[in-house]
């Protein structure tokens, strides 16, 4: 099966750099994806000569695979340059492994999201559901052994593709494999929830890589947990700590475009000026709609500053963007129903003619994010878990005056970042609303420095450079 064309370095992740929408003339057009994770990775760019594996997301990806795919890679003026091989899965097994498996089962487990008194209940559509996730994971696994050279570093991304080290290793013994979460890990109580097989065949599947990546030693520490008490320890797999960073370049220069002049305009419109004539404070949050992200307790948060510090009325507005995430979900559905509920109730209670206390956004636009990350007084990040949280990384580095940020003690991104925010508990919402005042009291000159350590201690480690210190991990000579 070794391909003797094949690439010395692959990404496999489910969600990949590229996706596509069919415009109504017919014409497919391409779209960049959203999330950490391609972040990330998207800064590798074509330049690595790496393969990108990845799954089509819907029927426009699927279209796009059979219009373009002569070959097996897509053409590269449709990817952006990006080598890219788009797996055309079965729809309905595509659906079980994606929504029923990775983001209703796993994705739960390790933000620790379930309602136990009532979830979750493993039972025989589980199994169905896990039997697709399985078949899944061999796509990937299938697609990658015949893509790969001779002694290939493959890194697989995130907990849609647990299985894939295991799979790929039985394929091809010659790969060297690395697997990368982007997520938290769950601790070894919180896990061993799952059924003990698939407890097991997760853990076992990862293992099958030769190393594995976490984004902080909390999430490194809770894997280890895991194995510990479930297989017996982590055998002779080899795990390393990355703690991906922001892209300080990318975002200096795209920030300086004039499509975020214009939108940072339209949203001073927006917030409009206070009481004294002067631009009002904004609180600024951009997430996306997301269960673990916590948006409802940072309106109620927001609500309580109104209440407990009336003096800020008139004053600052909450820039609120919630950009759509995973909508066949139902809890999604009704999680981003109440976002816009609550935040219409907060602003018919407090609102008066001049003053919109909530601007909530839902329209995903890269480029009106970077204009509120650069008008920024605050940045609220209150995740009730979270992998790192890229937002708390990139506000810092883009923002004009340098804004305080409002952190979750629960985001990865708190290791790093811990020292110069105002760190809160994100389900005390009385003390989140206190910190807020705290962000909004805070003296310019305090801010603008706080903002410079944070902005530097969120670049440390930039994307590129990210990628390739895994690269190099990967390497047989090395250890860690
Ligand atoms: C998180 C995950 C990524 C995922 C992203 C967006 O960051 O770690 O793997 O791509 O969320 O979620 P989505 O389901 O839209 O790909």
């Known amino acids: 099966m070794v391909s003797t064309h094949g690439a010395e370095v692959l990404v496999a992740s489910n969600r990949g750099p590229v996706s596509y929408e069919v415009r109504e003339d017919g014409s497919l057009h391409a779209k960049r994806g959203g999330g950490g994770l391609v972040s990330g ?56 492994a994606y929504n029923g498996i990775a983001n209703s089962v796993l994705w739960f487990v390790h933000h620790m999201l379930y309602q136990t008194p009532l979830e979750p209940v493993f039972d025989a559509e589980f ?27 493959v890194l697989v991304q995130d907990y849609h593709l647990t299985l894939v080290p295991g799979m790929l290793r039985d394929f091809r013994p010659d790969l060297r494999i690395g697997h990368f979460s982007h997520t938290p890990w769950a601790p070894a109580d919180y896990f061993r929830m799952l059924p003990d097989d698939i407890a097991g065949q997760v853990l076992r599947g990862m293992l099958g890589a030769d190393r594995l990546g976490f984004l902080t030693q909390r999430w490194a520490d809770a894997f280890a947990g895991c194995c510990e008490a479930l297989v017996g320890g982590l055998g002779g797999t080899r795990v390393g700590v990355h703690g991906l960073g922001a892209d300080a370049d990318f975002l200096r220069e795209r920030s300086h475009r004039s499509d975020v002049f214009e939108r940072m305009a339209a949203l001073r419109e927006e917030i409009g000026a206070g009481p004294d004539g002067g631009p009002r404070r904004t ?198």
Not at 60 to 72: I, L, Q, T
Not at 78 to 95: C, N, P
Not at 127 to 153: D, I, P, V
Not at 290 to 296: D, G
Request: charge should be negative.
């Open 127 to 153: 199994r169905r559901q896990w039997r697709s996730y399985e078949a899944y994971n061999r796509a990937f696994a299938q697609a990658l052994a015949e893509e790969a050279a001779e002694g290939a570093a």
């Open 41 to 96: 990775l998207s800064a590798i760019g074509p330049d690595a000569g790496a393969v990108w594996v990845c799954a089509a997301l819907g029927d426009a990806d699927r279209e796009a695979v059979r219009r373009f795919e002569g070959g097996r890679r897509l053409p590269s003026e449709a990817t952006g340059g990006q080598q890219v091989r788009m797996l055309d899965i079965d729809a309905e097994v595509f659906a079980d």
């Open 283 to 480: 609180i600024v949050r951009v997430d996306r709609t997301e269960l673990s992200k916590n948006i409802v307790r940072g309106l109620l948060a927001y609500r309580r500053l109104l209440e407990d510090f009336p003096q800020w009325r008139e004053r600052v507005v909450h820039v609120a963007f919630a950009y759509p995430s995973r909508q066949d979900l139902a809890v999604y559905r009704e999680y981003t129903a109440e976002v816009r509920r609550l935040a219409e109730e907060i602003n018919e209670r407090y609102g008066t003619p001049g003053w919109t206390p909530v601007v909530l956004h839902v329209k995903d636009d890269f480029a009106r994010s970077l204009a509120a990350y650069r008008i920024a007084d605050v940045a609220l990040v209150n995740p009730i878990r979270d992998g790192m949280n890229l937002v708390a990384k990139e506000v810092p580095v883009v923002s004009d005056a340098g804004c305080a940020l409002v952190l979750s003690r629960e985001a990865g991104a708190y290791e790093e970042l811990g020292d110069d925010s105002i760190v809160i508990n994100p389900y005390d919402v009385v003390a989140t609303a206190r910190a807020l005042h705290e962000a909004l009291s805070m003296p310019g000159p305090e801010r603008a420095e706080r903002a410079k350590r944070l902005a530097d201690a969120a670049t440390a480690l930039p994307p590129t450079q990210w990628f390739l210190d895994q690269l190099s991990a990967l390497r047989p000579d090395v250890t860690d």
